[in-house]
């Protein structure tokens, strides 16, 4: 069926961005072969970073999720732009990389990654299952809460 995962988004709510450009000396995915890379995307609505801070830190656990939420539906708008169009033509969610600011006390990166985890799920099924690492770091470009990387298999 054509249109499935459009259609799914839409039944989740979820209008996709216009992809971010970048902001720096990089591309915003590389294609090699059936592989889509997607650069890094932090939390972004309407232009502007939407979840700043650190985790446990004055950003909570739930906000940190939302970030990550937030962050891969900008994944799946350079991926939209890399698939020209056709979210059909993703096959799966190979992997996720996160990166979660917060101080070295905070334990809870993982439960703030579920965020994009879960909706990668959510969107793509169990095409949406994946490899995944996440780690604390002590900052993030323009203080962003979150920031969420992707490697996605497409036709």
């Not at 999720?65 to 799966?92: H, M, P, S, T, Y």
């Not at 006390?105 to 690492?133: C, K, P, Y």
């Amino acid at each position: 069926m054509s249109g499935r995962i459009e259609a799914r988004l839409k039944e989740l709510g979820i209008t996709l961005p216009a992809p971010a450009a970048p902001v720096a000396n990089y591309i915003p995915f590389n294609r090699i072969g059936n592989l889509v890379v997607v650069s890094g995307q932090i939390p972004l609505r309407d232009g502007k970073i939407a979840y700043t801070g650190k985790l446990g830190a004055g950003v909570s656990v739930e906000q940190g999720q939302a970030a990550a939420r937030l962050c891969f539906i900008n994944l799946v708008a350079q991926v939209k732009a890399a698939c020209e169009g056709d979210l059909d033509r993703v096959r799966r969610v190979v992997r996720l990389g996160g990166f979660i600011a917060a101080p070295g006390e905070f334990t809870q990166h993982a439960v703030v990654m579920n965020g994009a985890s879960d909706l990668a799920v959510e969107v793509f099924g169990e095409a949406g299952r994946h490899a995944r690492s996440t780690i604390g770091v002590p900052s993030l470009p323009g203080d962003a809460a979150v920031e969420v990387e992707g490697m996605f298999e497409m036709d």
